[in-house]
């Protein structure tokens, strides 16, 4: 008896031990994949001088897993100072951009990461003093598919050029995001693509110059994950290149080598006939340039000698729309024995950096 009187203490302190672990577990497991209460506690880790930006007066933040780790991560907007407006229902006024002398707080984003159930701070942001900050996006950068996790906080905001995004992005085995601009403005435009190695989404943008000696040009710009960031690998000059393809197109036309420019000029896909494609692709503009004579391109024998002449237009400046298929409508005029006006549609391939970036379709 003695010895078990002995014994009895220590058993209740390591029974007592064993609750105290498990009541350790229940709270860090459970809470940790609530939401709000994550928030909550990122809140509190939030330093004195800096205050949450409330959307209807709640937080205006994110929790995701941002490194592809499974750990849970949350991303606040914060403005500095604390008697400053930190409501998103006013910082996200468009208004806001016509105040002559308005003085807007300072913008930062907080990322914390959760580390064996607590909560410590990745990183601090500055996004600078925008007059409208429209709040916190995430999107995913890599397809379902890809071997790697690569994801984007999305910062977005209004300036009186136009709308301004930055990106914190955040890849496999890097501590610190890397940082891109994203400008929509009147002189610049971002998209992305489907294509890019490792199944990372490849980013292009769109940025127009005025080009001496050439007018205004647009610049296609192709930026593609490199394992760390994005890097820009190459560029096109659209104006340049989409003359050189018409001045081809025209040169194989008045040449009479259509089936060179029925390989050069149209989009792959199976023909039986070169002579019926190119009736296909040009659509005459009024029925009074076919009832009068043949059509101008050729109908029989396309080698045979022909007497046509065929004038395409050039371009002064980037004439495609920015969409994921853009293209634009073109005239072809005919001079000869059956003169005429015609129609046909340039597209710009959906990669526009492949061996043909520009091909004709029917209108």
């Not at 490849?202 to 994005?230: M, N, P, V």
């Not at 003359?243 to 081809?248: A, C, M, V, Y």
Request: aromatic content about 10%; charged content about 25%; overall charge negative.
């Amino acid at each position: 008896m003695k010895h078990l009187r002995f014994l009895l203490p220590l058993f209740l302190v390591a029974l007592h031990l064993n609750a105290l672990v498990f009541i350790g577990r229940a709270a860090g497991e459970t809470p940790f994949s609530d939401s709000e209460y994550i928030v909550r506690r990122a809140l509190q880790l939030l330093p004195d001088d800096y205050s949450p930006i409330l959307s209807n007066g709640e937080a205006h933040a994110l929790v995701r897993d941002l490194h592809g780790e499974g750990m849970v991560d949350v991303v606040i907007a914060a403005v500095r100072g604390k008697n400053v407006e930190n409501r998103l229902e006013v910082l996200a006024d468009i208004s806001r951009l016509y105040v002559r002398g308005l003085s807007s707080p300072e913008l930062f984003v907080f990322v914390y990461t959760s580390t064996r159930h607590r909560l410590e701070e990745r990183g601090r942001y500055s996004i600078g003093d925008p007059p409208v900050f429209e709040g916190l996006h995430f999107r995913r950068l890599a397809r379902p598919e890809a071997p790697m996790s690569v994801n984007a906080v999305i910062v977005e905001t209004l300036r009186s050029t136009g709308r301004v995004e930055e990106w914190l992005i955040f890849g496999p085995g890097v501590e610190q995001p890397t940082r891109m601009t994203i400008r929509n403005t009147h002189s610049e435009r971002w998209r992305s693509t489907e294509g890019g190695e490792q199944g990372v989404l490849e980013l292009l943008r769109y940025q127009t110059a005025y080009e001496q000696g050439s007018g205004i040009e647009t610049f296609i710009t192709r930026y593609t994950w490199d394992g760390r960031q994005y890097r820009g690998e190459e560029s096109l000059a659209v104006v340049r290149s989409l003359n050189s393809f018409l001045e081809r197109c025209e040169t194989l036309l008045n040449n009479h080598e259509y089936d060179a420019f029925v390989e050069f000029a149209l989009a792959p896909h199976k023909v039986d006939r070169p002579e019926t494609a190119l009736q296909q692709t040009f659509i005459p503009v009024a029925d009074e340039f076919e009832a009068k004579a043949e059509h101008p391109f050729p109908s029989g024998d396309i080698n045979a000698e022909l007497t046509h002449r065929y004038i395409l237009p050039r371009v002064l400046q980037n004439p495609f729309p920015l969409v994921d298929s853009p293209s634009f409508e073109i005239y072809v005029r005919t001079l000869g024995p059956h003169q005429g006006l015609y129609r046909a549609r340039v597209r710009m391939a959906e990669d526009p950096f492949s061996d043909s970036p520009y091909f004709l379709t029917r209108p």
